[in-house]
């Protein structure tokens, strides 16, 4: 069953209910604002979307991230021989497009049936971000669990597209996520300079990035991760603590596993809790970060009659 809730005039909440599962997604940023087990909420996040509007641009809670997430080096790349600047959002770089950032628009309902609904945005030029952009975004949940988002992404001009979901998780619904556990099919992973900016693929073997077995997120350097995964042959992830387990599956090459170091609210989070840091912890699906700066690194361009698409899925398990 799905059901739309008018908040007010520019809001809405799009609620899907498949036997004991539940997602809550509103039209601002099309955030997934909840997804649930008989009601056991694994998403962090506020009660009223009203509460994320003075942080759509710091912590992106439950955006859709694009047209480009992650970080660009020094706001700038060349494309075709033309350089394009972008905004220095993040220091020197540009992170999550900046003012372009689709989480900050407000999505249009284009069509719901009994386990989904359909989003979609014009976003118009901006940011240094060439071409308008017309998105969309397609929720649907199954009755074991499952919820899957489908992105196009389509523009009138070549563009770099990078697009994800920017959701934090905490299995426990509360408190430091840092003692869930992570399994990540990587054999590598991305090495970052002191601004996150990417320098070198690297082996996970041997190093605290090796989570091909399972292993407690704060075992090792205190839990703080901000870093890329690069899949093998399967592009698969699993979160997990002693009752829940999340999975993660996509066709994307990457995934950026950011543990919430920096996370703060002086708003309280749902059911009044605090959010902290390592409250939740984001995975976002993805190509490699700043990947116009590296011809070497996989990646994917919108352009007149060329959309893109991409498909990440969630599956919450109780055990």
């Known amino acids: 069953m799905t059901e739309v ?3 007010d005039d520019k809001v809405s909440e799009i609620i899907i209910s498949k036997g004991d599962y539940k997602a809550g997604i509103y039209t601002l940023g099309a955030i997934l604002h909840s997804f649930s087990y008989k009601d056991h909420d694994v998403v962090v996040g506020y009660d009223n979307y009203e509460d994320y509007l003075d942080i759509l ?52 309902i284009e069509e719901t049936d009994e386990d989904s609904v359909r989003l979609s945005l014009e976003s118009r030029e901006a940011g240094g971000f060439p071409g308008n952009h017309h998105a969309e975004i397609t929720y649907s949940l199954t009755d074991d669990g499952k919820l899957t988002l489908h992105y196009v992404i389509s523009s009138e001009d070549k563009c770099p597209v990078n697009v994800t979901n920017h959701a934090y998780f905490n299995l426990d619904g509360k408190g430091d996520a840092r003692n869930h556990s992570l399994t990540i099919a990587a054999p590598e992973y991305l090495d970052v ?18 989570f091909t077995e399972k292993h407690v997120i704060g075992d090792r350097q205190e839990g ?37 170091e920096f996370l703060s ?14 409250s939740g912890i984001a995975l976002e699906s993805e190509f490699f970060p700043d990947f116009p700066n590296h011809p070497e690194y996989p990646g994917a361009y919108t352009d007149s009659g060329k959309a893109f698409e991409t498909e990440t899925s969630f599956r919450l398990r109780r055990k």
């Open 193 to 210: 300079d002191q601004h996150l900016i990417p320098v070198a693929v690297r082996k996970v073997a041997g190093t605290p990035f090796d």
């Open 265 to 278: 609210s002086s708003k309280p989070g749902k059911k009044g809790e605090k959010i902290e840091a390592f």
């Open 224 to 260: 703080k991760y901000d870093h890329c995964f690069i899949f093998g042959k399967k592009h698969t992830l699993t979160l997990e603590n002693d009752e829940y387990a999340l999975d993660l599956e996509t066709d994307l090459p990457a995934v950026q596993v950011y543990t919430g």
């Open 57 to 108: 641009t710091t912590t992106y809670f439950g955006e859709v991230v694009g047209p480009f997430a992650n970080r660009i080096n020094n706001a700038s790349f060349i494309m075709d021989g033309k350089q394009y600047s972008l905004e220095k959002n993040d220091g020197e770089n540009n992170l999550h497009s900046g003012s372009k950032n689709f989480g900050m628009k407000y999505w249009k």
């Open 5 to 7: 809730i008018k908040l």
